[in-house]
């Protein structure tokens, strides 16, 4: 099994700056693709960066420019550096993570943070 542990999140005025962070713990054996989702009430969830094992990044045309995705596989963390927010980039952010662990391979989610921006 694994757990995903997100922090990060919080109140940020709009052109501001916030970084997500998302650690993985348990018995991992290895992590394949990470990633971050947001869900706003009323509103279909949207992924918001992908990153694959060898660090290729995927964002929608939504954040590109604004979001930075990275990953540190040695300490099993995936981040998400988001710059120039805007009131509609409030919502909870979710990260995941595929894993194979001893017991086999699963997609894991974190707990969810909520990134609030507004003046």
């Known amino acids: 099994q694994a757990q995903l542990v997100e922090s990060g999140g919080g109140l940020v005025q709009p052109g501001g700056s916030l970084r997500l962070s998302c650690a993985a713990s348990g018995s991992i054996v290895n992590i394949y693709l990470m990633g971050w989702y947001r869900q706003t009430p009323g509103k279909q969830r949207e992924l918001v960066a992908t990153?694959?094992?060898?660090?290729?990044?995927n964002y929608p045309d939504s954040v590109k420019g604004r979001f930075t995705i990275s990953r540190d596989n040695a300490k099993n963390t995936v981040y998400l550096q988001m710059n120039s927010l805007t009131p509609e980039d409030t919502a909870v952010y979710y990260c995941?993570?595929?894993?194979?662990?001893?017991?086999?391979?699963?997609?894991?989610w974190g707990q969810g943070t909520q990134v609030t921006v507004s003046s």
């Open positions: 995941y993570a595929d894993v194979r662990t001893g017991f086999g391979s699963s997609r894991y």
């Open positions: 990153i694959t094992s060898g660090s290729s990044t």
